[in-house]
């Protein structure tokens, strides 16, 4: 058997085209997932007992369950009480719920590691609110929470590969359509290995950079 | 077959529809489990070979080290094809399911790879020393003095991965595998309404994970109590 690049590396426009889909998706999932996240993290660290309970059922159904389940349950259940969801945005709805889970476990691990006696001492020393919040919890749940989040960022940025399945052409679904065309699969298939391979590996840099320049949390790289 | 819904979910729940799901469920825990044994074996092996010092070894290390980056930067979706195609090319003739089992194990032994690192790599520099001075070889090293430390560090978060293996599994449906997100579809198809099917299989989907993941938590918790004496 012999293996023909070219073919597909002369189809690079298209597929880093798909690339930029599946980065957007990510993107915006992962915008939105913190926001769950963060809201989910504060009610269960301080909220009443009926909404920790509910937060917390979401949390486990979320993170127990596969997300491709999960949105198959989206695509083809919601149209039954009249809700049809375009496969973009089954995708990033179901993307969004997964990760508001895993961002708020995250978020609530770094909420936990701000110490009492740090709060205290804060406030003798008469900060406000708004001064012990940025002086004091920022730069503590930053620093615990920094290497979970970049690590679930590229996590999401493999989980959308799935959205090839409901027919969004990003990254796996381009590379679908290349070799259903070519019939070249192994090597269109690697291609795409290769460039999710340098998506991730240029994610997880930025993200060490940014971490370590803006949020100065230490980040190992690699 | 459209009723009014509880017509519906008796006939949902009617014998062969069950015994489908059942197999569905099985075919998707076996799957994950024997990936999750393989992978921590050849894991194991990775993670030995990348910790070997010795000059000789450093192409070996150099291959190690790539392997265990590469399979954890690609979506499995793509392991599985590439898998299922390259069988293809060299007539190797594989069922579906050997197919997705040689992709899990892939996968398995490069995240686990890294977690036996880790665990291998907490235990302490000194105890090699004190084992050599002690005249234990490398492997009686490994097996009565890193292994029974690290353990602690390496079992909990692996729980976390099986439950990880057992969600990627859903992605064999895709070569069709008759796992439990197949048994689903195939019941879909078979007419009844995607709600009562894919919640069912969400359900199970459920039911198989959460107790794993509940008891790589409490071990968490215990292992932590104990290394903070």
């Known amino acids: 058997m012999t ?25 915006l999932a992962f915008t939105f997932g913190m926001l769950i996240g963060l809201v989910c993290a504060a009610s269960l660290s301080y909220g009443r007992p009926i909404t920790r309970r509910l937060v917390s059922a979401y949390v486990t159904f979320a993170t127990n369950t596969p997300q491709l389940g999960q949105i198959f349950f989206l695509f083809f259940a919601l149209p039954d ?27 609530r691990a770094g909420f936990a590691s701000v110490r009492r006696a740090e709060l205290e001492a804060a406030d003798v020393l008469g ?19 920094f290497p979970p989040l970049s690590n679930q ?41 290769v460039i999710y391979v340098a998506i991730t590996l240029l994610a997880t840099f930025a993200l060490a950079i940014f971490g370590r320049q803006v949020c100065r949390a230490r980040i190992k790289v690699l | 077959m459209s009723g009014p819904a509880a017509t519906q979910i008796t006939h949902l729940f009617s014998y062969y529809d069950v015994r489908l799901l059942l197999l569905g469920f099985v075919a998707t825990f076996a799957l994950a489990l024997v990936g999750c044994f393989a992978g921590f074996v050849s894991g194991f ?49 594989l069922s579906t399911f050997s197919v997705a089992l040689i992709s899990i194990c892939l996968i398995a032994a490069a995240y686990l790879g890294e977690i036996v690192r880790s665990g291998l790599e907490s235990v302490h520099i000194n105890q090699w020393d004190a084992a050599r001075a002690l005249n234990f070889s490398y492997l009686e090293t490994l097996r009565y003095v890193i292994l029974p430390q690290a353990w602690h ?34 019941l879909s198809n078979k007419g009844f309404a995607a709600a009562p099917v894919y919640g069912t299989v969400l359900m199970l989907y459920f039911l198989m994970s959460y107790p794993l993941s509940r008891f790589g938590k409490r071990l968490e918790k215990k292992s932590a109590a104990t290394r903070n004496r």
């Open chain 2, 45 to 93: 092996l990775v993670a030995i070979l990348r910790m070997t010092r010795s000059r000789a070894m450093a192409p070996v290390r150099a291959v190690m080290f790539a392997y265990s980056m590469l399979f954890r930067r690609v979506p499995f979706l793509v392991t599985l094809m590439l898998v299922f195609f390259a069988s293809q090319a060299i007539n190797a003739n």
């Open chain 1, 153 to 193: 960022f590229i996590v999401m940025t493999l989980g959308t590969s799935m959205a090839s399945i409901f027919g969004v052409e990003e990254l796996t679904g381009r590379t679908y359509n290349l070799s259903a065309e070519s019939y070249l699969s192994v090597e269109a298939f690697s291609v795409a290995a």
């Open chain 2, 153 to 186: 560090v390496i079992l909990p978060p692996s729980f976390g991965f099986f439950v990880m293996f057992i969600k990627d599994t859903a992605l064999a449906s895709q070569i069709g595998v008759m796992e439990l997100t197949s048994a689903g579809k195939v």
């Open chain 1, 127 to 145: 900060f406000s609110t708004p001064q012990t919040v940025r002086y004091v919890i920022f730069p503590h749940v930053v620093k615990v929470v």
């Open chain 1, 3 to 27: 293996l023909q690049f070219g073919p597909i590396l002369e189809q690079w426009r298209y597929l880093l085209g798909g690339a930029w889909l599946s980065v957007q998706i990510t993107g």
């Open chain 1, 81 to 107: 009480i009249g809700i049809t969801l375009s496969p973009y945005s089954a995708v990033l709805i179901g993307a969004t719920f997964n990760a508001g889970a895993y961002l708020c476990e995250i978020q």
